[in-house]
């Protein structure tokens, strides 16, 4: 802490100053106090003053700078006195000054290394007025209050403070020890009326007794909570030794840890389990439970207690039972039905328990998540599922790590703490919709999970021990496999649910969504009657999808509408009887206007009479549905030329396209429109290459007439991205349609990808281009020849009405599309 010094009165200071900058608080006249010097700059002005007449300016600097100049300095400063000089190892010295007098700068003779300025020195303006006398016993009275409460002021501090008999010196040592911020120091500096500096040092002091106030409010309420920690501490153990004597239940902890250690023996551990579980009982044994890490260990230890770590028993599962209940719970999906039996019956015949991975691809709404439950029910084990679409962390997969906040195991292990099963059915839904963040690749986490070779040593990042979760047998679900990764992709046997036709659609209703959806509106089968025509209607103008999903909604909007009426005719008869049949009446008299009970149903839209049976038919559906969504006209047809008919695959199952062309006349050019891929785009070039070439050489169209029509080739449903080679030949069909001017066979689809010499190369999704096909009621497909080994794993039921025809070259198709 700085003290006070005795200034010479003759002291004589210099017209120029050697100026050293101040990168903390200004220094106030009348101090003796140590500095510390580092910058080289600054170190040479204080030897050139040592070895001079010990004098120097400081000035503060109003912005950090590491080479101060003139103009980065406060103008007003202290002049001071080198006492002493120590040099120091690293290069800088500390010295030891007493500060003389105020000075302002005049004109700066050097701005920078070294800064020299010409000053004038300023003094103070005196006041020996009563009010300066009264200042000063304020301060002295106000500041000794401080210090008796703050150990920092020294003894030797106080007496400097009672020994100044100048007013001025006596703010000016004040302002100094005081804990102000540094520009309020320098306005006080500046400040050369004694009175004005007195009371701005005196308001000063106010705001730090204000501060000590709440300082020692504060440590009170501290010492008060220590104070009241310690009681309850030992007022706890008392507790304890009295409940001990008595033979009682020491503690929750205790019972906590004898729980623990119950369970832990039954599961008789080894190796590295045995030695990290017994590490962390004996930590949750010496830990206070008041701790947080007492919480974080007890939770740890409940998962483990809580896992399935014993080996499961022999699968014992009766196959017949198991087709059985397939067939039961499914109706159709024939091939998919004989691969899960055949799936089964090699684990029954190897009598093993190892976990399975089956991936089951389809559009939504075809039975994939129901068809796992069935699975499950067969072999007789338990069922947990959960879905990874939209998945961007690998935690959810591999758990926290116990080091951060609400860590938690992942899907897996709270799976199995679940069931607490070892050998469970684990369903995984939409492995084809995860994400990449930076928190990670759930899918990469996945394939350790999914891995026959690694997943009987898994190892959750919570855990953090060696789990076997190879018993569990693994049912993943996608819509398309495009967006799964291969290495993922590798580890599963991949089954293909494709869409159901309309009289699939038909059965299944009949025999799942009917019952279920009247059961959910309230309403007996009794009730509600569909006819097979009712229910083709629904199928083909409301539901046109591949799964059911629609169809069930559409039949649970047509029972609540139904259940509305039944409850509203019954409400009217109710209140028909109440009022012997006359009518609603206010306090038991006819309203002037009140409608009879027919009028009543009839405002309500309720027919008279309304049946406690419904018999469904068109005008019923259309009544209760709005117009169908797809009308029978909207059945994609090519009626003209420049048009042809293909099939898509997509995520939601097969749909048909349809190729529109046209030709204005003009300059010529080629226009492509509907929202096409790049891939497309190269097939519609193909397309257009070919339809010249043939144009030419087999149907003798002269190279004038393209020269003098643009042709525009458009794909309805323009705001539906599409892409993929397999529409080269329908692109190619339609545009030789509109050159020889002739539409295309009926009922006619086609699909295949054509190459620039005329071939027609296989293509993928058959099975789902072959239902689109059949609810487009198409009675002829032409196929890529390379394609007709895929035709095997098409059911009869959905080839039945169609006749295929594999082609090689393009002008197959064009024999077929557009016969001579």
């Not at 304890?240 to 019972?255: F, N, R, V, W």
């Not at 830990?287 to 007890?298: K, L, W």
């Not at 047809?637 to 396209?657: E, I, K, N, Q």
């Not at 064009?814 to 016969?819: E, F, G, Q, R, S």
Request: charged share 30%; proline share 6%; glycine share 8%.
């Amino acid at each position: 802490m700085p003290e006070q010094s005795v200034v010479p009165i003759d002291q004589i200071l210099p017209p120029k100053l050697s100026l050293v900058a101040l990168m903390g608080r200004p220094i106030f006249p009348g101090i003796f106090t140590p500095i510390m010097i580092g910058n080289p700059a600054d170190v040479k002005v204080i030897d050139d003053a040592v070895a001079g007449d010990g004098l120097i300016g400081l000035l503060m600097l109003m912005n950090e700078t590491e080479t101060p100049a003139v103009g980065d300095l406060y103008k007003v400063g202290t002049a001071a006195k080198i006492v002493k000089k120590i040099n120091l190892p690293d290069g800088g010295v500390n010295i030891f000054i007493s500060t003389l007098k105020r000075f302002r700068i005049k004109k700066a003779l050097n701005p920078a290394n070294p800064i020299v300025a010409a000053v004038a020195y300023l003094e103070d303006e005196e006041d020996n007025t009563s009010e300066v006398k009264a200042l000063t016993r304020a301060l002295i009275s106000e500041m000794k209050q401080i210090s008796e409460n703050n150990p920092l002021f020294s003894e030797e501090m106080r007496l400097n403070m009672i020994n100044i008999d100048h007013p001025g010196k006596i703010a000016d040592f004040i302002a100094s020890i005081l804990n102000i911020d540094k520009t309020e120091q320098q306005k006080i500096l500046e400040v050369l009326n004694v009175r004005k500096r007195m009371e701005q040092v005196l308001v000063f002091i106010k705001k730090e007794q204000e501060l000590l106030r709440i300082q020692k409010r504060i440590q009170k309420e501290i010492n008060e909570k220590i104070e009241k920690s310690q009681r309850d501490y030992f007022l706890k153990e008392e507790l304890k030794a009295i409940k001990t004597e008595l033979g009682m239940t020491t503690d929750a902890k205790s019972s906590e840890y004898q729980r623990f250690k119950e369970k832990i023996d039954v599961f008789k551990f080894e190796g590295e389990v045995k030695e990290a579980v017994e590490q962390e009982l004996e930590k949750l044994n010496l830990m206070d439970p008041n701790s947080a890490e007492f919480t974080v260990t007890r939770n740890y230890l409940d998962v483990i207690v809580n896992l399935p770590w014993n080996n499961p028993e022999p699968e014992n599962f009766d196959l017949t039972c198991a087709r059985n209940i397939l067939e039961k719970d499914h109706y159709g999906l024939k091939d998919v039905k004989i691969r899960i039996v055949e799936y089964l019956a090699v684990r029954k015949l190897r009598r093993d328990t190892k976990g399975s991975i089956i991936c089951l691809v389809g559009p939504p709404g075809v039975g994939k998540t129901s068809l796992g439950k069935s699975v499950a029910r067969a072999l007789g084990k338990q069922f947990f599922r959960f879905s990874v679409g939209g998945m961007r962390d690998e935690a959810e997969i591999k758990g926290h790590r116990r080091t951060y906040i609400g860590a938690m195991p992942g899907k897996i292990i709270q799976g199995l703490k679940i069931v607490k099963n070892k050998a469970p059915v684990f369903m995984i839904d939409e492995i084809d919709k995860m994400g990449v963040s930076f928190q990670g690749d759930p899918a990469s986490a996945l394939l350790e999970v999914l891995d026959p070779e690694q997943n009987s040593s898994f190892r959750d990042h919570y855990l953090d021990l060696p789990f076997d979760i190879s018993h569990i047998f693994f049912i993943v679900t996608a819509n398309t496999l495009d967006t799964i990764p291969p290495p993922l992709l590798d580890r599963m046997e991949i089954i293909q649910l494709p869409g159901y036709i309309d009289q699939e659609k038909i059965e299944i209703a009949k025999r799942y969504l009917i019952p279920k959806s009247l059961e959910k509106s309230g309403l007996k089968k009794t009730q509600v009657k569909y006819s097979q025509q009712s229910l083709l209607h629904i199928a083909n103008g409301y539901a046109r999808e591949a799964g059911v999903r629609n169809f069930e909604k559409n039949l649970d909007k047509i029972h609540r509408k139904l259940a509305k009426q039944i409850v509203e005719s019954e409400e009217i008869k109710a209140g028909s009887k109440t009022d012997g049949g006359e009518g609603p009446k206010v306090n038991g008299a006819l309203t002037e206007n009140s409608p009879a009970p027919n009028k009543a149903a009839a405002a309500a839209g309720i027919p008279p009479g309304t049946p406690a049976k419904f018999t469904i038919d068109k005008k019923l559906i259309e009544k209760h549905l709005g117009k169908p969504l797809f009308p029978e006209e909207v059945l994609k047809r090519a009626d003209r030329p420049g048009m042809s008919v293909g099939l898509a695959w997509t995520s939601m199952g097969g749909d048909t396209l349809v190729i529109e062309a046209i030709s204005v006349a003009g300059k010529e050019g080629f226009t492509l429109t509907g929202k096409m891929g790049d891939t497309m785009k190269e097939s519609a070039a193909i397309a257009m290459t070919l339809a010249r070439k043939l144009g030419a050489e087999r149907y003798g169209i002269d190279t004038v007439w393209f020269e003098k029509n643009h042709i525009h080739l458009h794909i309805p449903e323009g705001a539906t991205p599409k892409d993929g080679p397999s529409a080269g030949i329908t692109m190619a069909t339609a545009l030789l349609s509109l050159i020889r001017n002739r539409v295309i066979t009926d009922k006619l689809v086609m699909t295949g990808e054509l190459s620039l010499t005329g071939q027609v190369l296989p293509i993928g999704g058959l099975k789902e281009k072959t239902i689109a096909a059949q609810r487009n009621k198409a009675r002829h497909i032409i196929i890529p020849k390379q394609n007709l080994r895929d035709l095997d794993e098409i059911p009869d039921h959905v080839k039945k009405g169609i006749e295929f025809h594999p082609v090689e070259r393009f002008e197959e198709v064009l024999a077929l599309a557009l016969p001579d």
